[in-house]
């Protein structure tokens, strides 16, 4: 075998057997990955929703709602994604909303890069708890009607200003105090 | 064979002597389980990529050697990558694009091109768990380090109290590189015989 | 050992009879106006904490010469005029165990690792300021008011927020939130006009260094005289940005440094995160102080330009 033959045939032999390992081990995760995604995100809705047990996921205009509705089939809530951008990155947050009450029911930072200490304490309960129960017609004002956290003013205000903008949408979708 | 295994553990430790592959050890460092999760991440793509270039090191031609140690280690680390991903989420989420990168660490192509392509089996494997298992303890005490200061626990335990104060400047990049700095400055010490009086003017 | 000598212009030299002792001492002298400003307006707290951090510093420059098998040289003073200077740059109801940190890391790290005396490239006093500043954000930033003992913020952080300004006599005297000798300007200008008197330190640092501030504050449309008075700038310019060790030998470099950190100063407070910039400023212009150096050299006496 001339060396440039053989030079092609290794590497192309190496990278079949490469992608047939990757296409096998692809096949035995794959289906486990979906169901942590998926499970991931049901529990995050679980979370703003007091109450909820079950998920229905529509497309209205454009965004993803999650419907929570308990044993019974009774409507607990929406819950919908927002991203805000933080100081250091994106910030993903899952909010809890429900209509009928004009209230929202809780969220949950799903993922953000803030700086550990300060910004990062919008994780927190401390933080994140006093949107529970806030009226949707609020002004969403970090110092206003938002508390913050100390040595740190961009985070709360970029999930404040997040809330805010997306419950513009949502609210257009289901108005308060109507059904769901 | 013994002597290549602790050579990688402590002789030419990669992260404290030979000071390579570093981006993802001052990365991820900041708490214990991502030091130990990383570590063997690595050790497993270390000890499977050396493994195979061993065994294949009179077959691969020498000018196309590198595309092919590329392709091996990229092979591993993606499986790496795909079974975190299925089977440990929550860690999968912290390490994030880190697993991939261990493609682009040089300790593995360093130990592929360096040992694994000129040593026999057995050798190879005794050196990949050493320097492996090498770097894993090295970031694993980084990590310890700058858990306990930045968040005041130790493997997800509060261990230093609640009135504890965390040193925010563990968790951000310039703590790991201070961390780092003192451990590789403890580690001289150990070793090193002091110098006397050597000022000089 | 401990004699050691700088040199800063080109020969021939005249021996002044200076030692680095003597100036240490001289400048730990000056210090003391803004620390008794300090000590007034915080109380006997201000006085423990300047103490302690002091302590601090010239025992982990002890220590940390004795494990490196070094002579011990902690009575150059010079560990002593760290140690006074990060109090000075510290809140004053800081928690006494975070000084101790912040004059280890100062020394060991600021000065230390790099050789000792003469061979940091950066002000000591400052790194740990900084390094305190990015480890304990919060109790760095928890502010007393001398006026009624309550955590408030300082003239900067309500001119950074809600855009209020303070009365100047008030900043100018010191009876103000702050850090402990960043208060009282008018004990800051006292103390390094004796440093002037002295040859200690050279107008031109502090002098371009302020003047930078004022002009941009006049250009950029904000109050020069409140700008000049709050916050660290006077005692970064008067005492740190002069530090022999880490700005430029040169006159023309000097112009330069005072500049740079001026403009540097004005970026961080009027557009930067942080409400003050003084101290990443100076230490900003530590780093280009080499290179500063590197091209100001002064021409040799007798050089003529090649035509």
Same mark, same amino acid.
């Given at each position: 075998?001339?060396?440039? @033959?053989?030079?092609?045939?290794?590497?192309?032999?190496?990278?079949?057997?490469?992608?047939?390992?990757?296409?096998?081990?692809?096949?035995? @995760?794959?289906?486990?990955?979906?169901?942590?995604?998926?499970?991931?995100?049901?529990?995050?809705?679980?979370?703003?929703?007091?109450?909820?047990?079950? $998920?229905? @996921?529509?497309?209205?205009?454009?965004?993803?709602?999650?419907?929570?509705?308990?044993?019974?089939?009774?409507?607990?809530?929406?819950?919908?994604?927002?991203?805000?951008?933080?100081?250091?990155?994106?910030?993903? *947050?899952?909010?809890?909303?429900?209509?009928?009450?004009?209230?929202?029911?809780? *969220?949950?930072?799903?993922?953000?890069?803030?700086?550990?200490? /300060?910004?990062?304490?919008?994780?927190?309960?401390?933080?994140?708890?006093?949107?529970?129960?806030? =009226?949707?017609?609020?002004?969403?004002?970090?110092?206003?009607?938002?508390?913050?956290?100390?040595?740190?003013?961009?985070?709360?205000?970029?999930?404040?200003?997040?809330?805010?903008?997306?419950?513009?949408?949502?609210?257009?979708?289901?108005?308060?105090? &109507?059904?769901? | $064979?013994?002597?290549?295994?602790?050579?990688?553990?402590?002789?030419?430790?990669?992260?404290?002597?030979?000071?390579?592959?570093?981006?993802?050890?001052?990365?991820?460092?900041?708490?214990?389980?991502?030091?130990?999760?990383? &570590?063997?991440?690595?050790?497993?793509?270390?000890?499977?990529?050396?493994?195979?270039?061993?065994?294949?090191?009179?077959?691969?031609?020498?000018?196309?050697? #590198?595309?092919?140690?590329?392709?091996?280690?990229?092979?591993?680390?993606?499986?790496?990558?795909?079974?975190?991903?299925?089977?440990?989420?929550?860690?999968?989420?912290?390490?994030?694009?880190?697993?991939?990168?261990?493609?682009?660490?040089?300790?593995?192509?360093?130990?592929?091109? &360096?040992?694994?392509?000129?040593?026999?089996? #057995?050798?190879?494997?005794?050196?990949?768990?050493?320097?492996?298992?090498?770097?894993?303890?090295?970031?694993?005490?980084?990590?310890?380090?700058?858990?306990?200061?930045?968040?005041?626990?130790?493997?997800?335990?509060?261990?230093?109290?609640?009135?504890? @104060?965390?040193?925010?400047?563990?968790?951000?990049?310039?703590?790991?590189?201070?961390?780092?700095?003192?451990?590789?400055?403890?580690?001289?010490?150990?070793?090193?015989?002091?110098?006397?009086?050597?000022?000089?003017? | 050992?401990?004699?050691?000598?700088?040199?800063?212009? =080109?020969?021939?030299?005249?021996?002044?009879?200076?030692?680095?002792?003597?100036?240490?001492?001289?400048?730990?002298?000056?210090?003391?106006?803004?620390?008794?400003?300090?000590?007034?307006?915080?109380?006997?707290?201000?006085?423990?904490?300047?103490?302690?951090?002091?302590?601090?510093?010239?025992?982990?420059?002890?220590?940390?010469?004795?494990?490196?098998?070094?002579?011990?040289?902690?009575?150059?003073?010079?560990?002593?005029?760290?140690?006074?200077?990060?109090?000075?740059?510290?809140?004053? &109801?800081?928690?006494?165990?975070?000084?101790?940190?912040?004059?280890?890391?100062?020394?060991?790290?600021?000065?230390?690792?790099?050789?000792?005396?003469?061979?940091?490239?950066?002000?000591?006093?400052?790194?740990?300021?900084?390094?305190?500043?990015?480890?304990?954000?919060?109790?760095?930033?928890?502010? *007393?008011?001398?006026?009624?003992?309550?955590?408030?913020?300082?003239?900067?952080?309500?001119?950074? $927020?809600?855009?209020?300004?303070?009365?100047?006599?008030?900043?100018?005297?010191?009876?103000?939130?702050?850090?402990?000798?960043?208060?009282?300007?008018?004990?800051?200008?006292?103390?390094?006009?004796?440093?002037?008197?002295?040859?200690?330190?050279?107008?031109?640092?502090?002098?371009?260094?302020?003047?930078?501030?004022?002009?941009?504050?006049?250009?950029?449309?904000?109050?020069?005289?409140?700008?000049?008075?709050?916050?660290?700038?006077?005692?970064?310019?008067?005492?740190?940005?002069?530090?022999?060790?880490?700005?430029?030998?040169?006159? /023309?470099?000097?112009?330069?440094?005072? #500049?740079?950190?001026?403009?540097?100063?004005? #970026?961080?407070?009027?557009?930067?995160?942080?409400?003050?910039?003084?101290?990443? =400023?100076?230490?900003?212009?530590?780093?280009?102080?080499?290179?500063?150096?590197?091209?100001?050299?002064?021409?040799?006496?007798?050089?003529?330009?090649?035509?």
């Amino acid at each position: 075998m001339n060396q440039y @033959t053989r030079m092609i045939v290794v590497l192309v032999a190496i990278s079949l057997a490469a992608g047939a390992l990757l296409a096998f081990s692809y096949e035995v @995760t794959n289906p486990k990955i979906q169901e942590q995604a998926q499970q991931a995100l049901e529990q995050a809705v679980m979370k703003v929703i007091p109450g909820a047990e079950k $998920m229905t @996921t529509v497309e209205k205009e454009g965004m993803t709602l999650y419907i929570g509705t308990d044993n019974q089939g009774n409507k607990k809530g929406i819950a919908f994604k927002t991203t805000g951008s933080g100081f250091s990155g994106p910030i993903e *947050i899952m909010v809890g909303y429900n209509p009928k009450e004009g209230k929202l029911t809780g *969220i949950e930072i799903l993922s953000m890069s803030e700086t550990p200490g /300060l910004g990062a304490r919008i994780k927190e309960p401390a933080f994140t708890d006093q949107f529970k129960g806030k =009226s949707v017609k609020d002004d969403f004002i970090p110092k206003k009607d938002v508390k913050v956290i100390t040595g740190a003013t961009i985070s709360p205000a970029a999930v404040s200003k997040a809330i805010k903008s997306s419950l513009a949408t949502v609210t257009k979708i289901y108005p308060v105090g &109507g059904d769901f | $064979m013994v002597k290549d295994f602790v050579n990688g553990l402590w002789g030419e430790n990669p992260i404290f002597r030979a000071v390579i592959g570093i981006c993802s050890a001052l990365a991820v460092t900041t708490a214990g389980q991502n030091g130990i999760a990383m &570590g063997l991440a690595l050790t497993f793509v270390l000890t499977c990529s050396s493994i195979l270039v061993s065994i294949l090191k009179n077959i691969i031609p020498s000018k196309v050697r #590198i595309p092919c140690y590329i392709i091996v280690i990229a092979t591993f680390t993606t499986i790496v990558d795909l079974f975190m991903k299925a089977y440990f989420p929550a860690l999968y989420q912290v390490m994030g694009i880190f697993i991939p990168l261990i493609v682009v660490n040089c300790i593995v192509l360093w130990r592929a091109e &360096g040992f694994a392509s000129k040593m026999s089996l #057995i050798r190879s494997i005794a050196d990949a768990l050493g320097m492996g298992l090498g770097y894993a303890w090295a970031i694993t005490l980084i990590s310890i380090v700058r858990e306990i200061l930045g968040s005041g626990t130790l493997f997800g335990i509060h261990i230093m109290g609640a009135n504890f @104060t965390h040193w925010v400047i563990m968790l951000l990049p310039p703590g790991a590189f201070l961390v780092m700095g003192i451990l590789v400055g403890i580690m001289n010490m150990i070793t090193r015989k002091p110098v006397k009086n050597t000022h000089c003017h | 050992m401990g004699e050691y000598k700088f040199i800063t212009t =080109s020969s021939p030299h005249i021996h002044s009879g200076e030692s680095v002792q003597r100036i240490m001492f001289n400048v730990a002298g000056a210090l003391m106006l803004p620390a008794a400003a300090g000590i007034y307006f915080f109380g006997l707290r201000a006085l423990v904490l300047i103490i302690i951090t002091t302590l601090a510093a010239v025992l982990t420059e002890a220590i940390f010469q004795k494990l490196r098998g070094k002579p011990i040289t902690v009575w150059d003073g010079s560990a002593v005029v760290t140690g006074i200077l990060l109090a000075l740059n510290l809140p004053p &109801g800081l928690p006494l165990w975070m000084a101790v940190v912040g004059a280890a890391i100062a020394i060991s790290l600021g000065k230390q690792v790099y050789g000792g005396i003469g061979m940091n490239p950066f002000n000591p006093a400052l790194i740990g300021r900084v390094f305190l500043m990015i480890t304990f954000p919060v109790q760095m930033t928890t502010w *007393i008011n001398p006026v009624d003992g309550t955590t408030g913020a300082t003239p900067l952080q309500i001119m950074k $927020m809600q855009g209020v300004s303070t009365d100047y006599i008030k900043l100018f005297l010191g009876n103000i939130g702050g850090s402990l000798g960043e208060t009282s300007a008018f004990m800051i200008i006292l103390g390094g006009l004796y440093l002037l008197y002295k040859g200690y330190i050279e107008w031109r640092i502090p002098g371009f260094y302020l003047g930078t501030v004022a002009i941009l504050s006049v250009v950029l449309g904000r109050d020069p005289i409140f700008e000049l008075l709050s916050g660290g700038l006077m005692l970064g310019a008067f005492f740190m940005a002069t530090d022999m060790v880490t700005s430029p030998i040169s006159r /023309l470099g000097k112009i330069i440094f005072g #500049i740079g950190a001026g403009i540097f100063t004005v #970026i961080i407070r009027f557009y930067g995160g942080y409400p003050e910039g003084v101290s990443f =400023s100076i230490l900003l212009m530590n780093a280009f102080t080499p290179v500063i150096n590197r091209y100001t050299v002064p021409r040799i006496y007798g050089e003529v330009k090649v035509r």
